[in-house]
């Protein structure tokens, strides 16, 4: 693991433990997951002099005789990556098994994906307006809580107007320091886009479509004929529920961040930098090493097709999200570009990925197996839900409606293009391992 050095006047650098040092974030962090609104929001260099420059102030001068501290870039990428591959395991877990529990006889939607969708939005929402959870990582005298102690002065002040602009900006300042933490990049970026998948809901658009969405009380069996028009209104169906739940789930989580904020515990500076991101450096590649064993060598095969395979192939997809995000949210602010091409293109994988499944050549039991642990692992860590309706919430209302409905109009023709040409060619063989 790279070191860390401290920079001291007169001196050469000497190695120190980095418990109680800042990150070096590569600055595509920025790109992650929402987007900072307001026209007139800080860049993440100006929170970064201003709070360098308040901590100056405060530091008392035998501290400052000791130097800047800093995290290496090596190592908090390392520390990232982690999070992203444990947060995408456990997502993926969440996701699968959440689908289990919610598929029984007379479930009142029978696409359980919707509960995950939901769940993970929720999740999201809450991260997005919390601002306790990770105030330690700002260090004394973070700019937040300069920034909310002016906003409360002016409020005693009757001076409205500087008290809202001071509490806007000490908002965007948290969320833009927030999103170059590893810890929250694992758990909103790897945890909630892995436990929410974009191409399993457009998955379940065509199903519905194409009237092959069978509900558990048929007990596998073929749903009966239906004409184009309640095809095309189960179609809507689907899209309303979903997007109309998963965004309301982000409101509510918004709502309970802010709720809870006097209540919720703040994660201590040292059990994050010294225990928890370490931590996760040995359980994220170790769990994931774990699951390619068991794939190889499984104790039974029912979990290696329903779970271990997905597991093997979730921290791949949500990798590729990630560095999509990074390379391409920043090019167009009014259509999220990285968040964008993930989703067309674990549909789009998802969708051939299903036809080969459902053809007659699949390969026997284990070529299923794999098939599905790519439908539920890659594709659904590789779409998200999640950062889709944050991003949709944040953006103006225009460029909100541009960017949702042509998400959900291209990737339903990708899949009526895609797994239509066999549904309405040769029809879809029953699957010769179980989901």
């Given at each position: 693991?790279?070191?860390?050095?401290?920079?001291?006047?007169?001196?050469?650098?000497?190695?120190?433990?980095?418990?109680?040092?800042?990150?070096?974030?590569?600055?595509?962090?920025?790109?992650?997951?929402?987007?900072?609104?307001?026209?007139?929001g800080d860049t993440l260099d100006d929170i970064r002099r201003g709070e360098a420059a308040q901590q100056q102030q405060?530091?008392?001068?035998?501290?400052?005789?000791?130097?800047?501290?800093?995290?290496?870039?090596?190592?908090?990428?390392?520390?990232?990556?982690?999070?992203l591959v444990l947060f995408s395991l456990l997502g993926t877990l969440a996701r699968v098994g959440l689908s289990h529990l919610t598929t029984y006889p007379g479930a009142p939607t029978i696409f359980p994906t919707l509960w995950a969708n939901v769940g993970g939005s929720l999740v999201m929402g809450f991260l997005t307006e919390d601002r306790k959870l990770f105030r330690h990582e700002w260090g004394a005298t973070s700019t937040y809580d300069q920034l909310l102690r002016r906003a409360r002065a002016a409020k005693t002040d009757n001076d409205e107007e500087r008290a809202s602009i001071d509490l806007a900006a000490a908002k965007r300042a948290h969320l833009a320091t927030k999103k170059t933490i590893p810890l929250y990049i694992g758990v909103a970026t790897g945890f909630c886009g892995s436990f929410t998948s974009f191409s399993t809901f457009i998955r379940?658009?065509?199903?519905?479509?194409?009237?092959?969405?069978?509900?558990?009380?048929?007990?596998?069996?073929?749903?009966?004929?239906?004409?184009?028009?309640?095809?095309?209104?189960?179609?809507l169906a689907v899209v309303i529920e979903t997007v109309g739940l998963s965004v309301g789930a982000y409101v509510v989580g918004m709502h309970?961040?802010?709720a809870l904020e006097p209540h919720t515990p703040s994660i201590p500076f040292r059990l994050g930098r010294g225990v928890i991101d370490k931590l996760a450096v040995l359980l994220g590649w170790g769990c994931?090493?774990?699951?390619?064993?068991?794939?190889?060598?499984?104790?039974?095969?029912?979990?290696?097709?329903?779970?271990?395979?997905?597991?093997?192939?979730?921290?791949?997809?949500?990798?590729?999200?990630?560095?999509?995000?990074?390379?391409?949210?920043?090019?167009?602010?009014?259509?999220?570009?990285?968040?964008?091409?993930?989703?067309?293109l674990g549909t789009a994988v998802l969708g051939m990925a299903w036809d080969i499944a459902h053809s007659t050549g699949a390969g026997g039991v284990l070529g299923c197996q794999l098939l599905q642990g790519i439908e539920d692992g890659f594709c659904?860590?590789?779409?998200?839900?999640?950062?889709?309706?944050?991003?949709?919430?944040?953006?103006?209302?225009?460029?909100?409606?541009?960017y949702g409905t042509v998400s959900v109009v291209l990737a339903t023709v990708l899949m009526i293009v895609i797994m239509g040409s066999l549904r309405w060619t040769q029809g879809f063989a029953p699957l010769q391992c179980r989901p």
């Open positions: 693991m790279a070191s860390d050095t401290v920079v001291r006047p007169g001196n050469g650098p000497a190695t120190i433990d980095n418990d109680a040092s800042p990150y070096d974030v590569p600055d595509r962090y920025e790109d992650l997951d929402e987007e900072v609104g307001g026209a007139t405060h530091t008392p001068p035998e501290e400052k005789a000791q130097g800047t501290v800093q995290v290496s870039r090596l190592a908090t990428q390392l520390y990232t990556l982690s999070h379940d658009v065509f199903l519905a479509l194409s009237n092959d969405m069978v509900s558990p009380d048929l007990h596998g069996l073929a749903a009966p004929h239906r004409n184009g028009g309640y095809s095309f209104m189960a179609l309970l961040g802010a994931w090493l774990g699951a390619v064993l068991l794939a190889i060598f499984p104790p039974h095969d029912r979990w290696r097709g329903t779970v271990v395979f997905a597991l093997v192939f979730a921290p791949l997809g949500c990798l590729a999200r990630f560095y999509l995000s990074m390379l391409l949210n920043s090019r167009r602010p009014s259509f999220p570009l990285g968040t964008f091409a993930a989703n067309m659904g860590c590789l779409t998200t839900v999640s950062t889709w309706v944050s991003e949709l919430s944040s953006l103006r209302r225009k460029s909100a409606y541009i």
